[in-house]
Each structure stands twice: as structure tokens, then as C-alpha cells.
């Protein structure tokens, strides 16, 4: 049962995982700043199995920043098999768009944990802090991005079939090098219609963010200046899981997903 379950959570580190570094497009800048609210369904081998939502926004308190938050949860039915409930916070410089602050706090089944990760430009290093255990301190350049702000900056790019982008990710007090194909173009049905996408494959060096070195990601963002992540699948030994866009909207009035 459990490792049904895991497949639940295995979606959310899916979805976390993506980075790119070609020439940024104003397009989505304006959007960011307004505020977005990104709602999905998560799904292994056909069933639903949970939700997720990305919000976006101006950080309250701090205008020189952006805040992005990320929950993802099982269905109450799922939860009885094994419950999940994700929140990631992060906080990207507005001009430069690389991360300032990343926390995580998990909770998955019996396990929990929180972590927050700070990086010092001017000391050039990143500070993992953790409840009860020791700072850890990684040297890193600029710039640098986390899971989740990544999949933001990669919507800023232009994404042509062909292209090839790399970048540098921090994620469990390691630092990590990502590198991205754009491989095609393709339409992708959803709740909210059929979309015409571009599909993006990344890759993590060896021992990176992937817990299974088998596994495949594949991320689908609409072909247009938006660039939305329609649906993202994380082909694993255990099957597919797949998260897909169920709901977009204008704003941040809440930040707890959407289970309908």
C-alpha cells in the first residue's frame, strides 16, 4: 500500500523539478506581478489521487520580491491509504528572478519535514537550516534558483522545439546542474480545453533531484506568451503520474488547493 501511496507524493516532486536559462520574455512579467492562482489535478495510472495549487504574486511586505507557494495534498479517499501534504514557499528577486529564500515543509504519512534554505550573495553560499540539526553551508554563483521558481523562470523563456538550456538548482542543501531539451510541439487536452504546447524534457546530473535515475520527466506548457504548465508526467518503475491543469485564475486570494 505504501508504495502506491508514494507515487501520491512522488507527483509533487515531479512537478518541483524543471529549470531553463535561454534569453527571459517579458510576456509573463506582468501576469507575476498581477498575481496567479494555478490549480491541478494529480493522478497515477488513471485514478485521482490529489491536488495541487501554485500561486504567484508580489510578496506581502517585501515589493522587491516575488512570492510562490506551492501545496499539494491527497484526496480524502487517498489519505486513507496514505496521507500527503506538501507546502513549498518560495521567494525570487523580481529583477533577477533567483531564489532569496526556500522553504519546505512536508508532511507524508508518519514523516515530517521542514527545512528552510537561504542564499547569501554576499558571501556567495547557500544556508540550509534544519530543527535539531546542524547549518549546512553549500558555495554557489549566480544565479541560482529552487524547484519551484524554476518552473516560474522557465515560463519567462521562449521555448522553440530544438532549444537546449542548463542551469543551476539548490534543493536538500546540495546544488545540482539541470539541463533542459525543448523536443516538440503538441496539443494537450484538459479540463480547461485542448491546448497547443510545447514539450520540455529535463535532465538532472547523476545523484540530482531524481530519486529514480529510470525515471522520465516530461513538462507540457502552452505555446503562447503565457507559457502555463498544462500537464506534467513523471514516467516511473511504478507507472505514470501525471498532474494536469484544472483551473487558472487571476489573483491570490488562497493558497490551499482546490479539490473539486
Known sequence: MRRVATAASAVVLAFLTVAGAAAATPGVDPIYAGGETLDFSLTWLKLTGGSARFTIGVAPGATDRFRITSIAQTTSGFARIYKVRDEIVSFVDRVRFTTIQYEKHLREGSSKKDDVTTVDRAHGVIVRKRPGKADKVVHTTEPVFDPVSLIYQ?????????????FMVTGD???YAVDADVVAREDITTPLGTFRTVAVQPQMSAGGLFA???SKLTIWYSDDARHLPVRIRSDVKIGSITATLKGVRAGVTGIEPNSK
Open 154 to 166: 522557465f515560463r519567462r523563456l521562449d521555448l522553440r522545439p530544438g532549444s537546449h538550456v542548463h
Open 173 to 175: 542543501g546540495k546544488l
Open 212 to 214: 529514480d535515475e529510470d
